[in-house]
């Protein structure tokens, strides 16, 4: 059997298979699982039944093989959608985690902390460090900064209902102090034309 680094081909396929796949799990977003699923398929079927096939057919079955299983893997990715936003690239690269949200499972601060988020693929925790003050453990919070997807910049949602809470109640005033000066003018002139209609019944 053909060997490559000292290993055989099928065997070396297995090992770049499993290391694509592993490399998935600190990378999420399927840019490798599609590829290592194939290379890992190609890999096992070589195993089995390359001492049953001559030495220039074993090629022309594995790169048979890559097609299929990688044909599969990617129909299956797209068809199942593992990774939410059927439609949407479906790639999850460090821009794609601007708004992602998420819990706090290390206390985050300016220097250290940990946050797992909702649909962060195989790995969904990712090192975190907070835009302002702290965020406890347990919290909602909402990426800010992406960064470069190691470590990213995040911010308590509590922090963005507050900002839009303060919003609401300033508009709310604004609507209940325009009411109350449009029913003290509809008063005053109330009053007016009643004053205009005594005059007027007033002997001469």
């Known amino acids: 059997?053909?060997?490559?680094?000292?290993?055989?081909?099928?065997f070396t396929l297995v090992l770049l298979g499993a290391a694509l796949m592993?490399?998935?799990?600190?990378?999420?977003?399927?840019?490798?699982?599609?590829?290592?699923i194939a290379l890992l398929a190609?890999?096992?079927?070589?195993?089995?039944v390359g001492s049953f096939?001559?030495?220039a057919a074993l090629p022309l079955v594995l790169a048979a093989v890559v097609l299929v299983a990688g044909g599969a893997a990617l129909y299956g990715y797209r068809q199942f959608d593992f990774y939410?936003?059927?439609?949407?690239?479906?790639?999850?690269?460090?821009?794609?985690?601007?708004?992602k949200t998420g819990r706090v499972?290390?206390?985050?601060?300016?220097?250290?902390?940990?946050?797992?988020?909702?649909?962060?693929?195989?790995?969904?925790?990712?090192?975190?460090r907070a835009l302002d003050g702290e965020i406890a453990e347990g919290e909602e919070v909402m990426v800010v900064d992406p960064g470069g997807g190691n470590v990213v910049t995040v911010e308590s949602v509590s922090a963005f209902e507050d900002d839009i809470d303060r919003e609401l109640a300033a508009e709310r005033a604004r609507r209940d102090d325009e009411a109350s000066r449009a029913?003290?003018?509809?008063?005053?002139?109330?009053?007016?034309?009643?004053?205009?209609?005594?005059?007027?019944?007033?002997?001469?």
């Open 42 to 48: 190609a890999g096992l079927a070589g195993l089995l």
């Open 53 to 55: 096939l001559p030495a």
């Open 183 to 204: 029913d003290d003018t509809g008063g005053s002139e109330a009053n007016g034309r009643g004053d205009d209609r005594e005059r007027d019944g007033e002997p001469a």
């Open 22 to 36: 592993i490399m998935e799990a600190f990378a999420p977003g399927a840019h490798f699982i599609v590829v290592g």
């Open 1 to 10: 059997m053909a060997e490559l680094f000292g290993l055989s081909v099928p």
């Open 105 to 128: 499972t290390q206390r985050v601060t300016r220097d250290d902390g940990e946050i797992k988020l909702e649909g962060g693929g195989f790995n969904p925790y990712y090192q975190a």
């Open 84 to 99: 939410g936003g059927k439609g949407s690239g479906q790639t999850s690269d460090s821009a794609s985690l601007r708004g």
